[in-house]
């Protein structure tokens, strides 16, 4: 058989085949300094008091800075919640309020520990439940987050929680809730691996019969979350990384590298069984597959890297994990897999675990393999019309429940029920006149006293406002209720405290932050607080949500036109990708929003969606739905440039790869579905609506939908105007690799399908 003509992949074969086992054995040392480097990554990614979704160019940030530096025990973080013991006592009672004060005492002895007051100051008598058995003490823990939570595990929690004399106690406050969160999402992380591998390598030997074939994929995936966890680690050094990001790097790792070794596994073997040599049949491999995989994580690597865009550290850390973990996987796959498979040679297919099951029954021909798959793309191809406007319809009808997404930010609630701080958060809402963490805080320039006490008592009337602490004393209603507070002027800065009688993260919170922020002022004020940063999150994303869109549609765009050199096949491309991500986003809001489904997943719906999600999800899911339509795409270009006839070309390139992308889409869902069977709502919310999104795209867009559109646009999906036609020759990815002739355009499909038979253990198409 003649050999492939040469070409940089072919060069690539070569290399990799030529030293196998001193590649391995670098890949081996480069991997232990990964996992050296790389095994602290946990303990310096952030959950961070706003969950990395603040502007921090924005109003709120500047006033958050500025408190921070000018008033650093302002912004409580720690609560104690008191209950007095039994059933008639009260927190102002004289025993407990002894025991409170020496409490609130002890707690200000800790080092680190600033800013701290109790219902038992005279200045903080708010701070006592309406039916008066319970009282808070509230602080500020000094420090960086990793500091602060440190305090908070080894000081605080010990001597602290639980029963305290005669008193009750119960921790919570914003720096318990993310201790709280990064716990369960570290546990859960190790848990939906410890459900996804094994389920993933059962699926893998199934798919491809040999158990040795199967760890190859794994394999490869452990590379790239080893690798980027190291990546990870470098990175935290110079900027803040989300928590978040771990999960995504398990998903991805597990899934890309497991999609781009399907597909070379795959091809190795399908090159094997048309009778070339291992190195041959290598180098066409890298030739087609290996030019499909660097495509396909470039698209993706696009898409996770427009959410660079945004100023947000959670979606610009999330790209950071996203671009490392792809470019590793395909750099894996296109390296280190030639290698495992010139050492393994034959001996991939051994350990056939098929055997157990498998009938004792001559195998058929090569034709026979993906024969429902060709047998469903010409049904659908026969009454394109009729499966095109079905197919469209019901995923425009799955999304419509998005039309109405309310957007919020995280809180407490998503941390499970029986969370403590989560139990704290719920009981100060529901027990107290007020939020003494959920407040609207303002820092004025300049003020003089006369003008800042008038702007207390103007803010102290608005609808919504519990009270107003600021420095000329304590309002309520427009009536004086409390002394002067000199501690609350730093400089020609000051601070008030506007509590709000309404949940901060809700419609009626971001509408009192307005109302505060419209308030006319004779000097400078800046209103921070959660509610506030909501508003300015969600104007930073609907500032950079139009860039993000433009990015991954213009590049989406060049890089399938320099696959195709067709003008339509972009456009078809980019427009079949978002038609798969309507169910995901029609289910986020039907679900998590709406609650329909909240006890069968146990989570509490909020009414609203994290801000910041929905843009993760839709880079993506886009992205790796972007991934099946490069595999489908390029096989069938592969078969048009072999083919004349334009809708054989598609039902060869739909049975060569139908197997392949469901197979690597289930791999891929079961990993997202472990991912979201989370405690964090967020996690849930991502884990399983990518989950919907890629299963969606795998198995009604790529055999319904793409089918039936290819049909209806017939040889025209090909077109391009001579100028592109001359650039796409010029910089265009032309496959190589198939040295048959060009069969003539009458010859039948059936003819052309004849091949030799395939080992076994071959993948069924």
Same mark, same amino acid.
């Given at each position: 058989?003649?050999?492939?003509?040469?070409?940089? =992949?072919?060069?690539?074969?070569?290399?990799?085949?030529?030293?196998?086992?001193?590649?391995?054995?670098?890949?081996?040392?480069?991997?232990?300094?990964?996992?050296?480097?790389?095994?602290?990554?946990?303990?310096?990614?952030?959950?961070? *008091?706003?969950?990395?979704?603040?502007?921090?160019?924005?109003?709120?940030?500047?006033?958050?800075?500025?408190? +921070?530096?000018?008033?650093?025990?302002?912004?409580?973080?720690?609560?104690?919640?008191?209950?007095?013991?039994?059933?008639?006592?009260?927190?102002?009672?004289?025993?407990?309020?002894?025991?409170?004060?020496?409490?609130?005492?002890?707690?200000?002895?800790?080092?680190?520990?600033?800013?701290?007051?109790?219902?038992?100051?005279?200045?903080?008598?708010?701070?006592?439940? +309406?039916?008066?058995?319970?009282?808070?003490?509230?602080?500020?823990?000094?420090?960086?987050?990793?500091?602060?939570?440190?305090?908070?595990?080894?000081?605080?929690?010990?001597?602290?929680?639980?029963?305290?004399?005669?008193?009750?106690?119960?921790?919570?406050?914003?720096?318990?809730?993310?201790?709280?969160?990064?716990?369960?999402?570290?546990?859960?992380?190790?848990?939906?691996?410890?459900?996804?591998?094994?389920?993933?390598?059962?699926?893998?030997?199934?798919? =491809?019969?040999?158990?040795?074939?199967?760890?190859?994929?794994?394999?490869?995936?452990?590379?790239?979350?080893?690798?980027?966890? /190291?990546?990870?680690?470098?990175?935290? +050094?110079?900027?803040?990384?989300?928590?978040?990001?771990?999960?995504?790097?398990?998903?991805?790792?597990?899934?890309?590298?497991?999609? &781009?070794?399907?597909?070379?596994?795959?091809?190795?073997? +399908?090159?094997?069984?048309?009778?070339?040599?291992?190195?041959?049949?290598?180098?066409?491999?890298?030739?087609?597959?290996?030019?499909?995989?660097?495509?396909?994580?470039?698209?993706?690597?696009?898409?996770?890297?427009?959410?660079?865009?945004?100023?947000?550290?959670?979606?610009?850390?999330?790209?950071?994990?996203?671009?490392? #973990?792809?470019?590793?996987?395909?750099?894996?796959?296109? #390296?280190?897999?030639?290698?495992?498979?010139?050492?393994?040679?034959?001996?991939?297919?051994?350990?056939?675990?098929?055997?157990?099951?498998? @009938? @004792?029954?001559?195998?058929?021909?090569?034709? /026979?393999?993906?024969?429902?798959?060709?047998?469903?793309?010409?049904?659908? %191809?026969?009454?394109?019309?009729?499966?095109?406007? !079905?197919?469209? !319809? #019901?995923?425009?009808?799955?999304?419509?429940?998005?039309?109405?997404?309310?957007?919020?930010?995280?809180? &407490?609630?998503?941390?499970?029920?029986?969370?403590?701080?989560? #139990?704290?958060?719920?009981?100060?809402?529901?027990?107290?006149?007020?939020?003494?963490?959920?407040?609207?805080?303002?820092?004025?320039? *300049?003020?003089?006293?006369?003008?800042?006490?008038? &702007?207390?008592?103007?803010?102290?009337?608005?609808?919504?406002?519990?009270?107003?602490?600021?420095?000329?004393?304590?309002?309520?209603?427009?009536?004086?209720?409390?002394?002067?507070?000199?501690?609350?002027?730093?400089?020609?800065?000051?601070?008030?405290?506007?509590?709000?009688?309404?949940?901060?993260?809700?419609?009626?919170?971001?509408?009192?932050?307005?109302?505060?922020?419209?308030?006319?002022?004779?000097?400078?004020?800046?209103?921070? *607080?959660?509610?506030?940063?909501?508003?300015?999150?969600?104007?930073?994303?609907?500032?950079?949500?139009?860039?993000?869109?433009?990015?991954?549609?213009?590049?989406?765009?060049?890089?399938?036109?320099?696959?195709?050199?067709?003008?339509?096949?972009?456009?078809?491309?980019?427009?079949?990708?978002?038609?798969?991500?309507?169910?995901?986003?029609?289910?986020?809001?039907?679900?998590?929003?709406?609650?329909?489904?909240?006890?069968?997943?146990?989570?509490? $719906?909020?009414?609203?969606?994290?801000?910041?999600?929905?843009?993760?999800?839709?880079?993506?899911?886009?992205?790796?739905?972007?991934?099946?339509?490069?595999?489908?795409?390029?096989?069938?270009?592969?078969?048009?440039?072999?083919?004349?006839?334009?809708?054989?070309?598609?039902?060869?390139?739909?049975?060569?790869?139908?197997?392949?992308?469901?197979?690597?889409?289930?791999?891929?869902?079961?990993? %997202?579905?472990?991912?979201?069977?989370?405690?964090?709502?967020?996690?849930?919310?991502?884990?399983? *609506?990518?989950?919907?999104?890629?299963? %969606?795209?795998? %198995?009604?867009?790529?055999?319904?939908?793409?089918?039936?559109?290819?049909?209806?646009? !017939?040889?025209?999906?090909?077109?391009?105007?001579?100028?592109?036609?001359?650039?796409?020759?010029?910089?265009?990815?032309?496959?190589?690799?198939?040295?048959?002739?060009?069969?003539?355009?009458?010859?039948? $499909?059936?003819?052309?399908?004849?091949?030799?038979?395939?080992? /076994?253990?071959?993948?069924?198409?």
């Amino acid at each position: 058989m003649p050999q492939p003509p040469r070409s940089p =992949f072919t060069a690539l074969a070569r290399l990799t085949g030529r030293r196998p086992r001193a590649l391995l054995g670098l890949t081996l040392l480069l991997l232990a300094g990964a996992v050296v480097l790389g095994g602290g990554v946990a303990d310096r990614l952030r959950s961070g *008091g706003s969950g990395g979704v603040v502007d921090p160019a924005s109003e709120s940030s500047f006033a958050a800075d500025v408190l +921070e530096r000018e008033f650093p025990a302002a912004r409580p973080d720690l609560v104690l919640l008191v209950t007095a013991d039994g059933g008639s006592a009260r927190v102002d009672d004289a025993e407990p309020a002894r025991q409170g004060r020496a409490l609130a005492a002890r707690l200000a002895d800790v080092p680190g520990v600033g800013g701290v007051a109790s219902f038992w100051d005279a200045r903080a008598g708010a701070l006592r439940s +309406e039916d008066g058995r319970q009282a808070l003490i509230v602080a500020r823990v000094g420090g960086d987050e990793s500091a602060a939570e440190r305090t908070l595990t080894d000081e605080i929690i010990p001597r602290f929680d639980g029963r305290r004399g005669d008193l009750d106690v119960r921790i919570g406050g914003s720096l318990a809730v993310q201790r709280e969160q990064q716990t369960f999402i570290s546990e859960d992380l190790l848990r939906a691996e410890l459900i996804a591998l094994p389920i993933t390598l059962l699926i893998l030997i199934v798919v =491809f019969g040999s158990a040795v074939a199967a760890l190859l994929p794994v394999g490869i995936g452990v590379i790239a979350i080893l690798g980027t966890n /190291a990546v990870l680690r470098v990175i935290t +050094e110079f900027t803040d990384v989300s928590v978040f990001a771990s999960n995504l790097t398990t998903a991805l790792g597990l899934g890309l590298a497991i999609d &781009y070794a399907l597909l070379i596994v795959r091809r190795y073997r +399908e090159e094997l069984g048309r009778g070339r040599d291992a190195p041959a049949a290598l180098a066409v491999t890298l030739d087609t597959a290996g030019r499909t995989v660097l495509f396909s994580a470039a698209t993706v690597a696009v898409s996770l890297a427009a959410m660079m865009v945004f100023p947000l550290y959670f979606l610009r850390s999330l790209a950071y994990a996203g671009i490392s #973990v792809v470019v590793l996987a395909a750099l894996a796959a296109l #390296v280190v897999l030639p290698a495992l498979l010139t050492v393994l040679g034959p001996r991939i297919d051994a350990l056939d675990a098929r055997r157990l099951v498998r @009938r @004792r029954s001559p195998r058929g021909p090569k034709s /026979a393999e993906g024969a429902g798959w060709a047998r469903l793309a010409r049904w659908v %191809m026969r009454r394109a019309p009729l499966v095109a406007t !079905g197919t469209l !319809g #019901v995923l425009l009808l799955l999304g419509v429940p998005f039309l109405d997404v309310d957007f919020g930010t995280a809180d &407490y609630r998503q941390l499970p029920r029986a969370a403590e701080s989560r #139990v704290v958060q719920e009981q100060i809402r529901d027990g107290f006149d007020g939020s003494p963490t959920g407040t609207v805080d303002i820092v004025a320039e *300049g003020p003089g006293d006369g003008e800042l006490a008038a &702007y207390a008592r103007k803010l102290s009337e608005l609808p919504g406002v519990v009270r107003v602490e600021s420095p000329a004393g304590r309002f309520t209603g427009g009536d004086g209720a409390g002394p002067a507070r000199p501690d609350r002027v730093s400089g020609d800065t000051a601070y008030l405290t506007v509590v709000p009688g309404v949940e901060a993260i809700s419609e009626r919170g971001k509408e009192l932050a307005r109302t505060v922020r419209a308030v006319d002022t004779p000097f400078p004020a800046h209103v921070s *607080g959660a509610s506030a940063a909501l508003i300015d999150t969600q104007a930073a994303i609907g500032r950079g949500l139009p860039w993000a869109v433009g990015i991954i549609v213009l590049a989406t765009l060049v890089l399938v036109f320099l696959l195709t050199g067709s003008v339509l096949a972009p456009v078809q491309a980019v427009l079949l990708n978002a038609l798969s991500l309507t169910a995901m986003l029609g289910a986020v809001v039907w679900i998590f929003q709406d609650g329909h489904l909240s006890g069968l997943l146990d989570f509490t $719906p909020t009414g609203s969606i994290e801000t910041a999600l929905p843009v993760l999800m839709f880079c993506l899911a886009f992205g790796l739905s972007m991934d099946y339509g490069v595999f489908l795409l390029s096989r069938i270009k592969e078969e048009r440039e072999r083919l004349p006839d334009h809708r054989a070309a598609v039902v060869e390139g739909i049975r060569s790869t139908g197997g392949v992308i469901t197979a690597a889409a289930v791999v891929l869902a079961t990993v %997202m579905v472990a991912i979201g069977s989370s405690r964090i709502t967020n996690t849930k919310m991502l884990g399983l *609506g990518v989950a919907l999104a890629i299963l %969606m795209d795998a %198995m009604v867009v790529r055999t319904l939908l793409v089918p039936a559109v290819l049909a209806l646009t !017939g040889r025209a999906t090909w077109w391009a105007p001579a100028p592109l036609r001359r650039l796409h020759a010029r910089f265009g990815i032309a496959e190589g690799g198939r040295d048959r002739p060009p069969e003539p355009p009458d010859a039948p $499909p059936a003819v052309r399908a004849e091949q030799p038979p395939v080992p /076994a253990g071959s993948t069924p198409g």
